[in-house]
């Protein structure tokens, strides 16, 4: 399977949010969320928040070609405390995506198990007798006959979820190098931006909404 070139971009860290327990901050797209295998692939968002947060840990990750808000631990009970939030789906991600296509419909749910497809991995595939379960709402926030743009919510967090849903639907995200042909891969960068992650903080439990404005 071709990957693109790994070439991460050189923008500064912005951070929407720290305090003494957790670092929020958006992930540009084109970074790895961490290290991949090989020198080449040392560059990753954990170490450039380590950089400045030595103590930060890691709960979930974004894949390399999405942006958007990432939330990192600063102590062990704040890894987790949120990581049991990403388990048990009590945090709440909401994502941008414009797609290749019009979608007739307002509204939707894809729930279409996924399990990784070995021969092409990384690439994910459907797979209704051994896939793990993956649940993701969708809702149109704008149409035209050559793209839709959507608000996804995913109900789990499975590898590439949104990208494989949305290809399964029958509108792959544009610019996404695994899934999209055409002139549906002919765009600067996959169209998908993780918008809001809403937790409850590790310390205090008040519930906490962080935003990054989507870049398309």
């Not at 709440?92 to 007739?104: N, Q």
């Not at 070995?118 to 993701?136: C, F, L, S, Y």
């Not at 899934?179 to 439990?205: C, F, K, Q, V, W």
Request: include cysteine; aromatic fraction near 4%; proline fraction near 7%.
């Amino acid at each position: 399977m071709e990957i693109t070139p790994y070439a991460p971009p050189n923008d500064p860290l912005e951070i929407l949010h720290e305090d003494h327990e957790i670092v929020v901050v958006n992930k540009p797209s084109g970074l790895l969320s961490v290290p991949g295998r090989g020198e080449h692939l040392t560059d990753c968002l954990i170490s450039r928040v380590q950089a400045v947060f030595p103590q930060a840990l890691l709960v979930h990750r974004l894949d390399r070609d999405t942006s958007g808000v990432m939330v990192f631990g600063l102590t062990p009970h704040a890894q987790r405390s949120l990581s049991m939030q990403f388990e048990k789906r009590t945090s709440k991600k909401s994502y941008i995506a414009r797609v290749d296509g019009r979608i007739a419909e307002k509204t939707g749910t894809v729930d279409l198990p996924l399990i990784v497809d070995w021969p092409n991995r990384p690439r994910q595939m459907v797979d209704h007798e051994n896939g793990k379960e993956a649940i993701t709402n969708w809702r149109v926030l704008k149409a035209s006959d050559a793209e839709t743009r959507v608000r996804l919510t995913p109900k789990t967090g499975r590898s590439h979820q949104l990208r494989v849903h949305m290809l399964a639907l029958g509108h792959v995200i544009l610019g996404d190098p695994l899934y999209a042909t055409g002139a549906a891969a002919d765009h600067p960068r996959l169209m998908l931006h993780s918008e809001e992650l809403r937790i409850n903080h590790p310390e205090s439990g008040k519930g906490m909404s962080f935003r990054a404005k989507t870049p398309f």
